[in-house]
């Protein structure tokens, strides 16, 4: 099935370069281009894609607002949030992360990983490998002291999960994928993959990111253990 994209930077070149790739993928259908967050909010509402490629850095409503703004709206709930990214140089991902984006991917990425990418989001499922999203996610909770917490992180909310789901969730922070999870406990993938999305509707959690998030700032895991 064709995935619907909102793309969202301002730098021209990189969003022709990327609207192109992305539509002679023939997986993709490119619905609509935002220059600027608060014009990715407008087209969002309007076109409601299922996913919006979002880059961080733009004028007048950056991507992390633009971020927070859609996934508060009850009317994107089905759109998800990808961030396009410099990776390494991108000290505001974790903030992005934080205000409700359901993954990352660089800009030097290949077209092909880009769909994959798109498709692993509008599929709710990890879009790096589980140790990658982890090891990038684990980093910037270490040396990252500039953006508050939400206060949305609440510990008790932990409450709600099963004691099985705690432990698939301290998994999950520690980058296995479902296979492994499986592997661990010694129960089938299906069974992993059924505790993974009870853990994301119990927390709000809209993608495998948000429930790496959840792990650490909720203190069930701390960075480095």
Known sequence: MTVTLLVADDQVLIRSAVVQLLRSSGEIDVVGEAVNGREAV??????????VLMDIRMPVMDGIEATSTIRADPGLEGTRVLILTTFEEDEYLLAALRAGAD?????????????????????????LSPA???????????????????????????EELTPREREI???????????????????????????????????????????????????????GS
């Open 103 to 127: 993954g990352f991917i660089g800009k030097g990425a290949e077209p092909d990983e880009i769909v994959r990418g798109v498709r692993a989001v509008r599929d709710g499922e990890s879009l």
């Open 132 to 158: 990658a999203t982890r090891s990038l996610i684990g980093r910037y909770l270490k040396i990252d002291r500039t953006v508050a917490p939400t206060g949305r992180y609440d510990a008790r909310r932990l």
């Open 42 to 51: 407008r087209l969002a509402r309007e076109l409601h894609p299922d996913v």
């Open 169 to 223: 969730l301290v998994l999950v922070a520690g980058g296995l994928s479902n296979q492994e999870i499986a592997d661990e406990l010694v129960i089938s993938p299906f069974t992993a993959k059924t505790h993974v999305n009870n853990m994301m509707t119990k927390l709000d959690a809209p993608g495998r990111a948000q429930l790496v998030i959840w792990a650490y700032e909720s203190g069930l895991v701390t960075p």
